[in-house]
């Protein structure tokens, strides 16, 4: 039977005459079903896929391609085709219905065609055009959508992640990436791919949205592909391009901000704290540290991230902002890692730098005004009130003495600041200006403080306002001038031989208030006169005599 079936649509080269007797003097046509868009018609030398029905006139089938389930392809013009279905295919739209009467003369005349069709008999088709080609066909390709900047087209050689949706040319879907949330990926012009698709990606720009319309010899050819694509089959393909990168490519970096000055870059060694976007090329985002409110901090150059972050965070300034392409070579590799990066996918960072500091690095002192008289200085011990705004190195206030409505007051050298700040007031004049940058190991530390991030670098912007003298550790009081010939009576106002505290204390006091001697300061004048007067009254018994009196000798004399 099947043979026989072959026989419907050769062309007989023999003319009969008796065939020009019948009504019908050449096909008739009719198109009951036209889409609305018909790129392409059917013309000679086309190849074509199509389903039929062919019945007689009276309504009895005679051949049904729907009913082996395979589409007729053949090509059309060319006298492989019985000549009533080449002049009734002509013009045909994919998609398009159309009900072909062919007259016998058109058709198999007065011999049949074996047992099936008889001698002079109409054969009526029901058609449907699923596919037209033609061996001169390029691959057709149409821009649907652009990103507004394109830094970057498919070349030979590149590696590609897109997504798709892939349908034959009548609008049936036979495979989509979206489907199995998962892009397709692979080199092009590498033998990785139909050679259709080679071509009909080149020249893309990440996130734009291409149709590709392949000719079957540049899919899948004669045998077609499973059970999915049919034999001599064109193919439609609406590409979105997700990804694209070259094996050969390095990292790229936008400087996007860069402040002036830059005292400092950063290098290898260095810990940094920075912000970031990440995102894929078509602008998913994947990762951010301003959703977690914190900072990634990490050393560089000793490979603690990705080795693309690695190279690109070396060079930067305080406060830089940067946009770092990573390709997938220098970031998570061909297996990207968990569900967050998939494999083979290139890496986009936007970086905003807040600090960055070295293990070595000291305190930073830059005097912005001096005062032209600089007689004294500060150094440890000494009482000193100060003006302060203290500012991550981004800008962002902490604290300020101006919202305290008071200015601080300190002693140097007795860790009342962080170590950074006392080093940063050290040597300074009442009415001079500084600059004070401290690292976190001078700071804070890697655990931050109250409302100090970890490892964060601390800005000080300080004005040193009153400067008091202080006295050595270990002692409370000394004598800035000669000590009194004869001090216990001195002390012994009444001339009773003893020394009461309040003797002593008033003592004491006119010392500090004629300028021969200085109290520790910072402290309660009369909580540290009481101490000293402890320390003289051996036996506790309330009053001094002159044989319990002790006068230290040393460069800072002391009761």
């Known amino acids: 039977m099947e043979a026989s079936y072959a026989l419907l649509f050769l062309c007989f080269t023999e003319v009969f005459v008796g065939c020009h007797t019948n009504p019908l003097e050449d096909v008739i046509i009719d198109r009951y079903d036209i889409p609305r868009v018909c790129p392409r018609e059917v013309q000679t030398g086309d190849y074509v896929r199509y389903h039929y029905n062919g019945t007689f006139m009276d309504g009895k089938k005679f051949d049904s391609s729907r009913d082996r389930g395979v589409p007729f392809v053949g090509q059309v013009g060319l006298g492989r085709l019985i000549t009533g279905m080449d002049r009734g295919i002509q013009g045909m739209c994919v998609n398009e219905r159309r009900k072909v009467t062919v007259p016998p003369h058109l058709a198999y005349g007065s011999l049949g065609a074996g047992n099936v069709v008889p001698p002079d008999t109409i054969l009526v088709f029901d058609l449907v055009l699923l596919d037209i080609w033609n061996t001169e066909d390029k691959v057709q390709t149409f821009t649907l959508s652009k990103a507004k900047a394109c830094e970057r087209t498919v070349v030979a050689s590149d590696y590609v992640r897109y997504h798709y949706n892939g349908t034959l040319l009548d609008g049936t879907t036979f495979d989509s990436s979206y489907k199995r949330n998962r892009t397709y990926d692979a080199y092009v012009k590498q033998d990785e791919l139909i050679p259709g698709m080679d071509e009909g990606l080149l020249g893309m720009c990440v996130g734009e949205l291409r149709t590709i319309i392949i000719p079957p010899f540049l899919a899948y050819g004669e045998q077609g592909y499973g059970t999915e694509v049919p034999p001599q089959a064109s193919l439609v393909f609406s590409v979105l391009l997700v990804d694209l990168f070259n094996p050969k490519d390095d990292i790229t970096i936008d400087n996007q901000e860069v402040p002036e000055p830059c005292a400092r870059k950063s290098v290898a060694g260095d810990f940094i704290r920075y912000h970031y976007n990440g995102t ?184 040193l306002t009153d400067l008091q003298k202080g006295v050595p550790e270990g002692y409370n009081f000394v004598w800035l001038k000669n000590t009194p010939q004869q001090i216990f009576p001195a002390m012994d106002m009444n001339s009773d031989n003893e020394v009461p505290l309040e003797e002593f204390s008033t003592f004491i006091k006119m010392q500090v208030a004629e300028g021969i001697g200085r109290l520790r300061p910072g402290q309660d004048p009369d909580a540290i006169i009481k101490d000293m007067f402890a320390n003289q009254d051996q036996n506790a018994d309330g009053k001094i005599v002159l044989a319990e009196l002790q006068v230290k000798v040393d460069a800072h004399d002391e009761l």
């Open 280 to 463: 894929f090329q078509d602008g998913t985002l994947f990762d951010s540290s301003y959703q977690r409110n914190h900072t990634y901090d990490t050393y560089i150059g000793m490979g603690y991230i990705i080795s693309g972050m690695d190279k690109a965070l070396q060079g930067v300034c305080m406060g830089e902002k940067r946009r770092i392409t990573v390709p997938p070579q220098l970031a998570y590799g061909e297996n990207g890692t968990g569900d967050i990066i998939p494999g083979s996918a290139v890496l986009i960072f936007n970086v905003h730098i807040i600090d960055f500091h070295n293990p070595s690095d000291q305190v930073d002192i830059k005097v912005t005004y001096k005062p032209a008289e600089c007689n004294r200085t500060t150094e440890d011990n000494d009482l000193i009130k100060y003006r302060y705004n203290c500012s991550l190195m981004d800008g962002t206030l902490l604290y300020s003495s101006e919202n305290n409505g008071k200015l601080q007051e300190t002693v140097l050298g007795e860790n009342r600041v962080i170590e950074g700040l006392d080093k940063g007031l050290q040597n300074m004049c009442v009415g001079e200006r500084r600059k004070v940058i401290v690292p976190p190991h001078l700071g804070h530390g890697e655990y931050g403080g109250s409302g100090v991030p970890g490892s964060a670098v601390l800005f000080f912007e300080l004005e």
